[in-house]
């Protein structure tokens, strides 16, 4: 994924029964890189941190799918949408700016261990 070319990210509200978790999704190339996140996007906005896990890359109809999913077993919703624009992508680190309703600033998501990762606010945009 090219350093500063405009892409879009989306954050999904996924819940099925006995959880309720958040799928963020930027644009890559034909797929959507993805992460699960514990938190909802308005509380992203006030934390400088949050926990994500790598999960499997979803289809780019997920930038505005809403439904059934998981044959049925749970739904999406989006909660938050906008542009992406990425300036350094490597192994274990990846930074952006994000411009959405909600979430507008510059983020990074930086490998932890494995699968699991941390995604950091690290100021306004530019």
Not at 43 to 55: H, N, T
Not at 103 to 121: P, S, T, Y
Request: aromatic letters at 8%; hydrophobic letters at 35%; glycine letters at 8%.
């Amino acid at each position: 994924m090219p350093a500063d070319e405009l892409r879009r990210f989306v954050i999904q509200k996924h819940t099925r029964p006995g959880d309720t978790h958040w799928d963020f999704m930027l644009e890559s190339g034909q797929s959507l890189l993805t992460w699960r996140l514990p938190e909802c996007p308005a509380e992203l906005a006030k934390s400088p941190d949050c926990p994500a896990v790598k999960i499997f890359d979803h289809p780019l109809r997920f930038l505005t799918y809403e439904g059934p999913v998981n044959q049925g077993t749970g739904d999406v919703k989006i909660e938050e949408a906008g542009t992406c624009l990425f300036h350094e992508n490597r192994a274990g680190l990846i930074s952006f700016e994000l411009h959405g309703e909600l979430l507008d600033g510059q983020f990074e998501l930086r490998r932890q261990e494995d699968d699991r990762w941390l995604l950091k606010r690290l100021g306004p945009g530019r």
